[in-house]
T-cell receptor, first 111, second 114 residues
Framework: QKEVEQNSGPLSVPEGAIASLNCTYS??????FFWYRQYSGKSPELIMF????GDKEDGRFTAQLNKASQYVSLLIRDSQPSDSATYLC???????????FGTGTRLKVLA | DAGVIQSPRHEVTEMGQEVTLRCKPI?????LFWYRQTMMRGLELLIY????????DSGMPEDRFSAKMPNASFSTLKIQPSEPRDSAVYFC????????????FGDGTRLSIL
């Protein structure tokens, strides 16, 4: 079992819809969770981070964390073609400074 | 503020040559991370440093790879000798010395070994 799992996609949504991206992780003691966006040929860019159970909102983005079920999700409201990218989930396992990255979900927002 | 700075942006070299990738972390950041990204394996952590000291190098694929951080503002990743399977994008990232703080990535070095 991979430590951080994401559906590779592509996930296609129409412009203006809500895109829902999911990630599960295996280390139950993980404390910190991050979402990065990566455009083709570019470096990962931090979108959101979340530490506590529940929802965290930032503009059109909402991160959701459920530690009991070991999943973290990212919702993108009012999706735009410019949101088309690969979204990487990263988890900080307990007792370390490193991240474990998922392989990413490719999102396509259709105009 | 300047972000993480990597050089070169692109490197094309022949198999067997030595390759040196360079990274300057964000000022004030004392954790530095080297990653490799390929289509097949995604983003893999190679090694990370805290306060210039290597903490975990378990991701370094083999002895041909080495990394140093002689001071707080500079790190190198060296491959000697290079092989075609080392072709990838290599990213450097930095963060503050708190495990829950986000890592910030450089623009990467696209390495091609012929």
């Amino acid at each position: 079992q991979k430590e951080v799992e994401q559906n590779s996609g592509p996930l296609s949504v129409p412009e203006g819809a809500i895109a829902s991206l999911n990630c599960t992780y295996s280390d139950r003691g993980s404390q910190s969770f991050f979402w990065y966006r990566q455009y083709s040929g570019k470096s990962p860019e931090l979108i959101m981070f979340i530490y506590s159970n529940g929802d965290k909102e930032d503009g059109r983005f909402t991160a959701q964390l459920n530690k009991a079920s070991q999943y973290v999700s990212l919702l993108i409201r009012d999706s735009q073609p410019s949101d088309s990218a690969t979204y990487l989930c990263a988890v900080n396992p307990s007792g370390t400074y490193k991240y474990i990255f998922g392989t990413g979900t490719r999102l396509k927002v259709l105009a | 503020d300047a972000g993480v700075i990597q050089s070169p942006r692109h490197e094309v070299t022949e198999m067997g040559q030595e390759v040196t990738l360079r990274c300057k972390p964000i000022s004030g950041h004392n954790s530095l991370f080297w990653y490799r990204q390929t289509m097949m394996r995604g983003l893999e952590l190679l090694i990370y440093f805290n306060n210039n000291v290597p903490i975990d190098d378990s991701g370094m694929p083999e002895d041909r790879f080495s990394a140093k951080m002689p001071n707080a503002s500079f790190s190198t990743l060296k491959i000697q000798p290079s092989e075609p399977r080392d072709s990838a994008v290599y990213f450097c990232a930095s963060s503050t010395l708190q495990g829950d703080q986000p890592q910030h990535f450089g623009d990467g070095t696209r390495l091609s070994i012929l």
